[in-house]
T-cell receptor, first 115, second 112 residues
Framework: GAVVSQHPSWVICKSGTSVKIECRSLDFQATTMFWYRQFPKQSLMLMATSNEGSKATYEQGVEKDKFLINHASLTLSTLTVTSAHPEDSSFYIC???????????FGPGTRLTVL | GQQLNQSPQSMFIQEGEDVSMNCTSSSIFNTWLWYKQDPGEGPVLLIALYKAGELTSNGRLTAQFGITRKDSFLNISASIPSDVGIYFCAGASQGGSEKLVFGKGTKLTVNP
């Protein structure tokens, strides 16, 4: 099956700093990538959808200036949490779909802790 | 917006028992997906359903796409300890590679 990786798997940062999370499709070209957020004991909440070479489409209530998404290539999308605050602490998961896939495949997630 | 109601919220069963969980929606979906998530990891696709009425199996797992396109169920037969985890249903208006709406999950605990 298709493989999606994320880096880092976990990160701890100070309040006010920015953190970048990478999502890579390892064995297929990802024309679309999705970014989700998951709080403890809750479901996945879609934050935004990004198509390669285009601006991301954000879900209602998600601040696009705070969660910057870049999908510059068919194998890489990045999520940058700018000026992070403790309430941004969460599990961030990406998924990807594209050429040769009939569904979206999820990455292993990134645990962000903001102190 | 679209919402999925998943039940039960949690289940505690003995090893060897069968399990059933389901999802219902107020609106129609054209694709239903079932995922399993282990702690600290991303969801892993178990079964994908693309056609109303479709019944699909994957080993001990069986899932069905409701005929009304507003519901789906997942059955696990002869549960084993490694079945422990959180199971999520997800629906898509189009294909599984499009935007998904997730249920709230069913936490499964299997006692040896």
């Amino acid at each position: 099956g298709a493989v999606v990786s994320q880096h880092p798997s976990w990160v701890i940062c100070k309040s006010g700093t920015s953190v970048k999370i990478e999502c890579r499709s390892l064995d297929f070209q990802a024309t679309t990538m999705f970014w989700y957020r998951q709080f403890p004991k809750q479901s996945l909440m879609l934050m935004a959808t990004s198509n390669e070479g285009s601006k991301a489409t954000y879900e209602q209530g998600v601040e696009k200036d705070k969660f910057l998404i870049n999908h510059a290539s068919l194998t890489l999308s990045t999520l940058t949490v700018t000026s992070a605050h403790p309430e941004d602490s969460s599990f961030y998961i990406c998924s990807a779909s594209g050429v040769g896939t009939d569904t979206q495949y999820f990455g292993p997630g990134t645990r962000l802790t903001v102190l | 917006g679209q919402q999925l109601n998943q039940s039960p919220q949690s289940m505690f069963i003995q090893e060897g028992e069968d399990v059933s969980m389901n999802c219902t929606s107020s609106s129609i979906f054209n694709t239903w997906l079932w995922y399993k998530q282990d702690p600290g990891e991303g969801p892993v696709l178990l079964i994908a359903l693309y056609k109303a009425g479709e019944l699909t199996s994957n080993g001990r797992l069986t899932a069905q796409f409701g005929i009304t396109r507003k519901d789906s169920f997942l059955n696990i037969s002869a549960s084993i300890p490694s079945d422990v985890g959180i199971y999520f249903c997800a629906g898509a208006s189009q294909g599984g590679s499009e935007k998904l709406v997730f249920g709230k999950g069913t936490k499964l605990t299997v006692n040896p």
